[in-house]
């Protein structure tokens, strides 16, 4: 039927080893993945949820029944994220918005800190927040009077 060589059906074994080798391998590791970013998803989630909610919660009727403007109901929720009169973002309660404010802290920045929060619990102190992967030393310091945990 197939009239190989040695050296043929050698390289054709080879290829067949490869390709099931690879096969394991991918769907080894996309188990692997899928069970580390299931709760990366949820906190995504749960953070955007709760950002949505935040502003959906702290609308307020007003007199004839329309609805007080949906900016100056976040503007009120992030003054009451901000501890007392220093102006600094509490960490510990901003949403991704709120701390999207802060110099150097983009979408994706604000993200993981709201899912390190989730996943982590509250933070015990500012510089806890060095731990979120994409700070580091220069960016607390440029943060760093900015921020509190009270």
Known sequence: MLNFTTQERAVVIFLAVTLVFGSMVRVIRDR????????????????????????INTAS????????DPQQSSDKH????????????????????????L????PSLATRIVEYRSVQGPF???SEITA?????????ARISGNITIE
């Open 32 to 55: 692997k993945l899928e069970r580390e970013l299931a709760p990366t998803r949820a906190a995504i989630e749960a953070a955007a949820f709760d950002s949505v909610s935040a502003v």
């Open 61 to 68: 009727v007003v007199g004839s029944g329309s609805q007080q």
């Open 78 to 101: 992030t003054q009451d994220s901000r501890s007392g009169n220093t102006g600094a973002i509490n960490i510990n309660t901003a949403t991704i918005q709120e701390l999207e404010q």
């Open 103 to 106: 110099p150097g802290i983009g």
């Open 124 to 126: 015990t102190s500012p």
């Open 132 to 140: 979120v992967k994409g700070i580091g030393d220069k960016l607390y």
